[in-house]
């Protein structure tokens, strides 16, 4: 199968300085998989005609990236588009290096979307898609919704004594956002609320201290703690799979699409709220070495199946089913 992926050369997530490198690992492992025949860059507007390809991904994950392809609806190929952030509104201004974005809402990047011909859109959060995008697409929603978590790439391996909690700081991370959102999407009140407890160790997001660790770095803040908070009320954000990935035990908030990856409590991770935070927080710091099996199987879990490896290796298969079943019919 041929791919043809489009995307904006200067997209900020896919800079090496964005304070997030896993979208840009997505991004190279999709184009450096092995399996597919050719890979053509298209960034730049164009007719569909230019394009030779089976597959075609809009690598655009914030729909900022506002592209012209003449009668792509029209193409062969199997479509798809990556849509990050469902409850994204349409807005319009400018990043700290000066440069103009327009990131379209969630009503205009489906009118976009059908407009081109899209046959799947690749969403990491179940519940935002469902909210935010889903209610538009009518009975389509459920047939055009391609699910893979936020996979960041692996970028250490955990062994020997480097993977023992009782060798690292004894003491709970606590790092990210408290943003506060809006009426009806509030994605990190818990967070706020936990990060004021004295039982964790709160470094400041790097976008607050550019100093702090971040991007290809963030790995190496996560290896010198034994446990950090992935908090989110919406979605399973990178954090909930950078934690496992570095051997810390992860203390999460509960989300279903945490529970599909099959993450369960007290075996992958401990699942923490309001009424139990305290007391599993407390004890974690009381006997570290106990949880050690439960770090050592959240890591597995993620690097067996989560991985930028894995979301690409998926998307393979996924768009080979479709190509399979459009050649018997």
């Given at each position: 199968m041929?791919?043809?992926i489009v995307y904006n050369r200067d997209d900020h997530k896919l800079s090496t300085e964005s304070y997030s490198q896993t979208y840009r690992h997505m991004f190279d492992a999709l184009i450096e998989h092995n399996e597919w025949e050719n890979?053509?860059?298209v960034t730049e507007s164009c007719h569909s005609d230019d394009i030779d390809a089976d597959i075609i991904?809009?690598?655009d994950i914030h729909s900022s990236h506002h592209?012209?392809?003449?009668d792509l609806k029209f193409h062969k190929s199997i479509k798809y588009t990556y849509f990050n952030d469902p409850h994204q509104p349409d807005v319009r201004g400018q990043y700290k290096d000066g440069t103009l974005v327009h990131k379209l809402g969630a009503q205009e990047r489906i009118v976009r979307a059908?407009?081109?011909g899209i046959n799947f859109i690749i969403c990491p959060y179940t519940d935002g898609y469902n909210k935010f995008i889903a209610p538009s697409l009518g009975e389509d929603a459920e047939l055009m919704f391609v699910w893979f978590p936020v996979a960041p790439k692996r970028l250490s391996t955990i062994s020997g004594s480097s993977k023992l909690l009782i060798k690292r700081h004894h003491k709970i991370l606590a790092n990210g956002h408290t943003w506060e959102g809006w009426e009806g999407f509030r994605p990190y009140a818990f967070r706020a609320?936990?990060?004021q407890r004295p039982q964790l160790s709160l470094v400041s997001h790097c976008l607050h201290s550019p100093h702090m660790y971040r991007g290809n770095s963030f790995h190496l803040m996560l290896n010198r703690f034994a446990a950090a908070v992935a908090l989110t009320d919406w979605?399973?954000?990178?954090?909930y799979l950078e934690i496992p990935l570095a051997g810390c035990l992860c203390f999460a908030q509960q989300n279903k699409d945490y529970e599909r990856m099959g993450f369960k409590d007290n075996e992958h991770c401990i699942y923490v709220n309001r009424h139990n935070f305290d007391k599993a927080t407390k004890s974690f710091l009381q006997d570290i070495p106990f949880y050690q099996f439960i770090a050592d199987n959240g890591r597995k879990l993620a690097e067996n199946n989560y991985t930028a490896e894995h979301f690409a290796q998926y998307i393979f298969n996924h768009s080979k089913e479709q190509t399979d079943g459009s050649s018997n019919n």
């Open positions: 041929k791919l043809a890979v053509q860059h991904i809009i690598y592209i012209e392809i003449e059908l407009q081109r609320w936990a990060h979605y399973v954000v990178p954090k």
